[in-house]
Structures are given as structure tokens and as C-alpha cells.
């Protein structure tokens, strides 16, 4: 399963599988009569985010300025930054030179975050939209919905244009949650909406995301949605029943460089060469361990150090031996990808290409 | 404390801090009668390597081949790999140019690692000094102590140079575990140590490593030390009061983006620009959150996403406005060097440098 001359680790994407993940969100969204946005932060590849509009995304989102910079200087015309950027002088620079060559909105949660934009565009306030971030249950960033006039208002006398709502149901990462926090997600944005409307104003964008939720499909207030994950899949995504082993595009091929029978208490594991350098070290509470093995799928990644994953190796199956190489699935595929500058693109087992990641690193 | 011309998130090194650790270590090393061989994957920058090397450093350790190649190319001249590398032709072929520059030591942990590197090598084998690693309890990689002989000697049938042992004492990364696992480093090498002259070898290194151990000071049965978080600290460290707050060379600068006062159930809480894309993930058990702020040690960093720290603020503090500007120091700094290209030195409070993190990426 990993060609001949692949150096481990590295990260594989198998190419057919990615444009097969990219085909069925597209169609999804269509039947539905949403807008596909994709969060570009996930692959941070132009070669992906191409195939992605090519299949009729109507535009981009991203999570930085620096971002929006790779993927607009690669000709996209629509971004979105769903971020509640605090924009001081250089920021608002960087944002002019963006609605030079494309349609930009931008994130918004405070009345002062609207406030301090606008003061920082100055006449060019206008060339930028704003979607006021909504809190759907995550509660990290975003404002009640009832809060979402406040700051539409201040972001108006800024001279900003507001364009609607936007929401991260984050709270969706979790067994059993996606269905509710879909619910949420439609609950927060068709409130925040409608309170908005009821302020006047013309709410031409209501913006929802997650993977986990976008794949659940039903009815929706959203115009659009901003997944990103689904173009790989990941152990996140599996362990929440979200895609199959089928689905996943991305796997970091890795090398048995340890082995070790149970012996002096201790258990029958092998040790593999991708660690958290390159499978990130993201773990919630509630998955099985730090990344998973598609071709054995009751292994379980119990450890993970810089250059190391220790994989305690089920009873069923012979412990692999030492210079065996495996394919590992990560448990968040945007991390990994912000963490090497090339993938390997493989399409039936055979080398294809090298894809810069040229977005990677891009935090600001 | 974060110089008005960074743009946040940023990794900020203040070179004064960087530079006292690096000589404390280095003067504890030589009261010691030991050899100090700093850990480089914690920082891969050259301009870190040279200041440890003018301090006394005997030499540097790295994980992979691309992390030592770098670094010989900038003129080191002693280098451990202490990892267990499956090697290839490939890999023969770079530690063969790398043998050209440098004393090279590799690690080792299985009788069949040693006869394919061996193979591989050929006629060069001896020009590869090897050190067989031990399991001392962090139960990773590494044989027992009563095992490296059988390694041992098939490395010498290989035709490699056989120099010593090796051992990391990660285990040490649990709070009220440093001495426990000090005790134990000390044990497994001296044991390892003791078979292999048993068995005729000429033991010239014996390599301890971690931060939380070498810090302890004491006996011990190593000839060299290991540790590479020293050179920054981090927040583990902190709350393995492995180091003391002053101690910490390393901070992100970060600016608040989302300020929620308590309402609705949540908590009071603030959201920086420092996500898991700078910060790295790592998050123990036993650590307090994601991440620490110096300015305010009550302060919990809660939740991370890729550009979102949550932080749940004390109730003894003001929540701080928006597009304050805070310094955040990460759990695991080795993380946050790999993400980033390049740093900014600080020194008093002014941007005095920009280094690039010149290994950064390289994972094989």
C-alpha cells in the first residue's frame, strides 16, 4: 500500500479517494441548495482548493490573513476569513491589497473589534463585508444571538458592510453530538438572522461549518457551509462515525523501528516512526488513542513523542516486524498538514506528484 | 513586554534568558564531571547549536538524519542520533556523507536494527559508532538492561562500532516523577553498562537524558546527559517546577480577539491568536491546561483550536481589553519551535534578530 519510494514518515494522499470526497460534499451542497465554502485551513494546498472550486464551491474560507494572501495570489476571487480579527494599521493594509483581486468578508464578535476595523480601513471600509460570529454552543469566539445587533450596528457605523452570520458548532467533535449540534448551529444562525433582519438589515449570508454537521444533511437556516475535513477524513472523523475507512484520503506512511513481545509486565506493542511532528498530538478525552491504523483496525496508538508512536498491537494479529511500513491515520488531518511542506500524491499505489503545502504555517 | 513591531501570534525568544540557561546547564555539566549533549529538536536552529557548543557542549544530539544533516553543515562535529533507525540504502547512503564530516553515534535497540544497518552500511560500518538503547521505564523504544549484550553483539558482527548505551527517562514527565525516574536512568544504564563490559565491550559512552532528570543534579552512572528543553522551558516544565518562571526563554505573543464577561451559563473568559497551529498540542494529564501566561498564573488556557487559545480568567483579575497583547508559554516548546520558520530575538524588550528554524520539518 506504500509505494517503494516514499522515505517515511511522510504524508500520502491518495488522490482518487480526494477527488471522490470532493465530488460528493459538492453534490451534497447542491441538492440541498447551499453554498459550499470550504475551510481551506485543513489542506492549506492550492492544488486542492482548485479541485474544490472546479467542483463548485462558491468560494474559499480560510482562518488568517496570511492565509487569504497564498490562496488569492493563486487567482481565488471570493474568501471568507471566519475569524474575529483584531485589525490594527498593517492588518488593514494586508486587508486592502486582499479586495484588490477578490470579494473578502471577514469575521466579527465585539462592537469594538467592528469599531477598530473600520477606524483602520478608513474609506476602504466599505470594499470589506463582515459576518458577525455567532456563539452556537461551543463558546469559544462569537456573540449570543441577541447580541448580533449590537455589533451589526457598530459595524455599520464603521462604514463596514454587514452581510449576515456566521458559526463554528465546534461542540459538534464529540460522540453523539453532531445530530445536537447541528440543531444548535440552525437554532443560533436562523435566530441571530432573523434578529438582524428585524434591525433592518439585508442578510444576504448565513454561514454554518463543520464537517461532522455538513455531512448530516436535513434542513437548515444556513445559506452556506464551510467544511474542511472532509476532503481527507481522519481518525476524529472516524471515531465519530462521520466517514469510513473507505474515505480517508490522507495516511502518514510510517516504519516499525521498535518491537517489543510482552515481557517484564510490559505490554506487546511496536514502536513507529511518525510521531507528533507529524501526525500532531491533538487527543480528545473521548477517542481511542492518538491516531489509527487502517489495516489493523483494533491497534491502538497509546503514546505519541516527537518521533515516536507506540502502538500496542492486538492479540488477533503477529506483531509486525521491525522495518515493516504501515499506513496511520491521524486524529486531525489539519495539523498534520500544517506540518510538512509537501505531501505525496498516490493515485493506485503509484507516485503521481508532490504538492507544496503553501499555506502551511501561515498563523498570521 | 511584547515589542510594538510583533505581529501576533509570533514565537519570541529572549536571548538573555536563553543564554543564562544554556550556561547554567553547561557549568552544572562540568561540576558534574559529565558531558553535555544537548537535545537540538528542541530548538533546529544553528544559532542556538553554536551558543551550546561555545558553552562546553561535547556535542549535539538529533532524531533523525535530516535534523543531524543540517546541523553538520553547519560545521558540528559530534553527533549522536538517539533514535532507532530502520536504515535502508538510502539511509546509508546520508549516514555514510554525514561520517565524511562528523563523528557520528546512532542508536540501536534490536539485534535485526543493527544487521540491517550493518548490510546497508557495508564496508563503512565501522566509520557508524552505535549506542544500544535501554528502556529505563518509559517503556517506548530501548531493550532491557540484561538484553543490550545480544544487541550488542550482533552490531559488532555487523561490523559497527559499538561505543555504549543509551536511555530516556521519559517517564520523568509526571509530577513528583524526576527523582523516581533519575533513579531509574541510573539504574538501567549502570546495569546495561555493566553487561556489556561483562561481555568484553569497551564502554566509552554511557547517555542519560531529559530536562526534569538532568536538572536533579546528583550521581549518576552517565558519561553525558541529554536534555534539550532546558535552553527555553515551557509549561510542563513549570508545573513539574522543573523551572521557575524567570527561567523561560520562550513565549508566544498573542493578542485577545474575543472577550466574554460572564453570561449565559459560561464562563468568564478570553480567546488569543495563539492556537494549536504555534502552541503544539501537547497536553498531559496532569497539566493545568493548554498552555500558560506568565502575567497571569491564575490564569487556565482551557481549550485550543488551531488559532483560538480559550482562557478562563481569574476572578482576582480585570478582564483584559480587546487587542491586548499577551505572552502565552506553550506546554511543550520543542512543539512550537517545529512549527514556525523563523523566531524573533528579543533582548530588554527589543527585536534585536529574526533566527530560522533551520531543521524545522525535517522528520526523516
Known amino acids: 500500500m506504500i509505494p517503494a519510494d516514499i522515505r517515511t514518515p511522510a504524508v500520502m494522499i491518495d488522490v482518487d479517494i480526494l477527488d471522490r470526497n470532493i465530488q460528493r460534499m459538492a453534490a451534497s451542497m447542491q441538492d440541498r441548495g447551499l453554498g459550499l465554502r470550504p475551510h481551506v485551513k485543513t489542506h492549506k494546498t492550492l492544488e486542492i482548493a482548485r479541485r474544490q472550486l472546479a467542483a463548485g464551491a462558491v468560494g474559499i474560507t480560510v482562518a488568517t490573513i496570511g492565509e487569504a494572501e497564498v490562496f488569492a495570489a493563486d487567482g481565488v476571487k471570493d474568501i471568507f476569513i471566519a475569524y474575529p480579527l483584531w485589525v490594527e494599521a498593517d492588518h488593514a493594509a494586508r486587508l486592502r491589497a486582499l479586495t484588490a483581486t477578490c470579494r473578502l468578508a471577514v469575521g466579527v464578535d465585539s462592537a469594538e473589534g467592528a469599531t477598530a476595523m473600520g477606524r ?25 444571538p441577541d447580541e448580533t445587533v449590537e455589533v451589526a450596528n457598530a459595524a455599520a457605523a464603521a462604514g463596514l458592510g454587514v452581510a449576515g452570520v456566521f458559526t463554528f458548532p465546534g461542540h459538534s467533535y464529540k460522540p453523539g453530538m453532531p445530530t445536537g449540534a447541528a440543531g444548535n448551529e440552525n437554532d443560533a444562525l436562523g435566530q441571530a438572522a432573523a434578529a438582524l433582519v428585524s434591525a433592518g438589515f439585508d442578510v444576504r449570508t448565513i454561514s454554518g461549518g463543520s464537517t461532522p454537521t455538513a455531512l448530516l444533511g436535513g434542513d437548515t437556516a444556513a445559506t452556506e457551509l464551510r467544511p474542511g475535513v472532509y476532503v481527507f477524513g481522519d481518525a476524529q472523523q472516524l471515531e465519530l462515525e462521520r466517514c469510513t475507512w473507505d474515505d480517508v484520503a490522507l495516511t502518514v506512511a510510517a516504519t516499525v523501528v521498535s518491537r517489543h513481545e510482552a515481557r517484564g509486565g510490559n505490554v ?46 492486538p492479540e488477533s494479529s503477529e506483531l509486525p516486524p521491525l522495518g515493516t511500513r504501515l499506513r496511520v491515520i491521524p486524529n486531525h488531518v489539519c495539523l498534520t498538514m500544517n506540518l510538512v511542506d509537501e505531501v505525496t500524491v498516490v493515485r493506485n499505489g503509484v507516485v503521481v506528484e508532490q504538492w507544496a503545502v503553501a499555506a502551511r504555517g501561515r498563523n498570521n
Chains 1, 2 share one sequence.
Open 120 to 144: 483602520q480601513l478608513g474609506p476602504d471600509a466599505a470594499s470589506v463585508e463582515v459576518l458577525i460570529e455567532v456563539d452556537s454552543g461551543h463558546h469559544r469566539s462569537g456573540v449570543l
Open 268 to 313: 506487546r506493542r511496536v514502536v513507529v516512526d511518525a510521531g507528533s511532528k507529524i501526525l500532531g498530538s491533538d487527543r480528545p478525552d473521548w477517542a481511542t488513542g492518538y491516531a489509527r491504523l487502517p489495516e489493523y483496525p483494533e491497534a491502538r496508538v497509546t503514546a505519541l513523542s516527537e518521533h515516536h508512536a507506540t502502538v500496542v498491537w
